[in-house]
């Protein structure tokens, strides 16, 4: 067996493109950045240019449409298997057979896990599994993933509501997906009211609420814009477009599809409010969206969903607002009111203390520290 390599980090997801702003940005620069030879397995995004940290080596798997899941799991097995690091930082459900494998075959080695959402919860919202074998899908769930991520040495939760459902695993922590600070936005003040959503863009996303909202607010104002930034699958892209043109929105609607890191910065430089509909599924319910902590951090009020966690926090922190997100009218209402009485105060006073309370609470520096304190404590039970 070959000797692990103790300063040598395998991070590998079988479903996001290398570039996914969690696992390149943020963890994989961080790890990279702080003595560590990273190696990452991820998608390729051919659409997006970025350089490689010169600490990371990028193994790029091919497109989804060109390489299956089961597949892809496959080859992150084998690479694992061939690779001499000593830790193996898995980012997706699907990959923990693959982490159970691995550490059946080396039992030196770390392997961590880390946990981007509720997976039993949020299979309970995919449309991809028929209702009727819904229940007996997550049951199943239920049974093995307790079991595979016992195998685990240590689990890492995107959230901290994640880890009520599993008391019983050993060496955990909580590193939430918070922004870096992109620094004080030069804003491009200009004459439309634009509205700006990042992030997947699915059905309990709120993709049909959001252009329901630009209808309505349309028919009372011209200069109004959506702006819509990250992947949407291609059937509902269809959809949404045809609604568009059915409604006469298209110089008010804008699908940008992934953008880079750095570019979606520019995009919220331009923006009013930041957008967050989502639907109140259980796998949402206890959960902080990122893209709040984004809009914060580009000092842009927020509307959301009336999620109560959701509605206690915009006014814990003075950040912004909620609605009920299928109550268009009612939405349109609360943005005209807000915008209309006083645009360069109210909003701007929503925007600044939601930025003030991200730098002081809620910033990717203090996640970094805490994500390597874990990799510390996993070097420890190591040696």
Not at 84 to 105: I, N, S, T
Not at 134 to 141: D, F, H, L, S
Not at 171 to 178: A, H
Not at 228 to 239: C, D, T, Y
Request: charged letters at 25%.
């Amino acid at each position: 067996m070959k000797t692990l390599n103790p300063k040598k980090i395998l991070i590998a997801s079988s479903v996001h493109v290398w570039l996914d702003t969690r696992i390149y940005f943020k963890e994989a620069i961080s790890l990279a950045e702080n003595g560590f030879e990273v190696v990452l397995i991820a998608r390729d995004g051919a659409d997006l240019k970025e350089a490689v940290h010169r600490n990371i080596t990028l193994v790029k798997l091919p497109g989804m449409s060109e390489l299956s899941r089961v597949k892809a799991c496959r080859q992150i097995y084998k690479l694992a298997l061939d690779s001499d690091a000593m830790y193996y930082h898995f980012h997706d459900p699907e990959l923990l057979p693959v982490a159970w494998l691995l550490k059946k075959r080396k039992k030196q080695a770390r392997v961590i896990f880390d946990m981007h959402e509720n997976f039993p919860k949020a299979l309970l919202s995919k449309d991809w599994i028929k209702s009727p074998i819904r229940k007996m899908v997550v049951g199943t769930v239920r049974v093995l993933e307790p079991r595979l991520l016992a195998a685990c040495d240590g689990v890492i939760f995107a959230e901290e509501s994640y880890k009520k459902d599993y008391p019983f695993l050993r060496r955990t922590v909580d590193v939430y997906n918070l922004p870096h600070d992109p620094g004080e936005l030069a804003r491009e003040h200009g004459a439309d009211l634009v509205l700006t959503y990042v992030g997947g863009i699915t059905k309990i996303r709120g993709a049909m609420e959001m252009l329901a909202l630009v209808k309505v607010l349309q028919q009372r104002m011209t200069n109004v814009k959506l702006q819509l930034i990250g992947p949407i699958a291609p059937a509902l892209k269809l959809e949404m477009m045809a609604y568009v043109e059915e409604q006469r929105l298209e110089r008010h609607v804008c699908f940008y599809d992934r953008l880079s890191y750095e570019k979606i910065w520019t995009e919220l430089a331009k923006t009013t409010i930041g957008l967050c509909l989502l639907h109140p599924v259980p796998n949402y319910m206890e959960s902080m969206p990122t893209k709040f902590y984004e809009y914060m951090a580009a000092a842009l009020p927020i509307l959301s969903s009336d999620i109560p966690l959701w509605t206690w926090f915009l006014s814990e922190n003075e950040a912004g607002w909620t609605a009920d997100p299928f109550d268009s009218q009612m939405m349109a209402d609360d943005i005209l009111e807000v915008y209309k009485a006083a645009p360069s105060s109210r909003i701007a006073k929503m925007g600044w203390r939601g930025r003030d309370a991200f730098l002081k609470k809620y910033n990717w520096q203090q996640e970094e520290r805490k994500l390597l304190d874990f990799y510390e404590a996993m070097r420890v039970v190591a040696e």
